[in-house]
């Protein structure tokens, strides 16, 4: 079974570039139609999809979010990573790594709280 494992700072200042990154385990981000997502969730209020990098390095990005946003990954550590820059206060959040795959399973990390504050 896929296991995915969010990691990063849980405090971040405003203005700063947020990173996190997703750690895979029991598959490869590489497998044939599988999409690899950012997805949060700030207090109190319901999922939102951020971005996404298929299995062939094929990016998507939620409009609103696009300006400021960035996915990349590194295969041969099976891990990919987000970057959110300029983050505010309203960006504070749990923020989820997931994964779709071609047979409509869907895995998801635990989380991890991040918050921005001065």
């Known amino acids: 079974q896929v296991q995915l494992q969010e990691s990063g700072p849980g405090l971040v200042k405003p203005s700063q570039t947020l990173s996190l990154t997703c750690t895979v385990s029991g598959g490869s981000i590489t497998t044939s139609y599988s999409y690899w997502s950012w997805i949060r969730q700030p207090p109190g209020k319901g999922l939102e999809w951020m971005v996404a990098i298929a299995y062939d390095g094929s990016t998507y990005y939620s409009p609103s979010l696009k300006s400021h946003t960035s996915i990349s990954r590194d295969t041969s550590k099976n891990q990919f990573s987000l970057q959110l820059s300029s983050v505010t206060p309203e960006d504070t959040a749990v923020y989820y790594c997931?994964?779709?795959?071609?047979?409509?399973?869907?895995?998801w990390g635990q989380g991890t709280q991040v918050t921005v504050s001065s």
């Open positions: 997931m994964v779709a795959t071609i047979d409509f399973q869907n895995y």
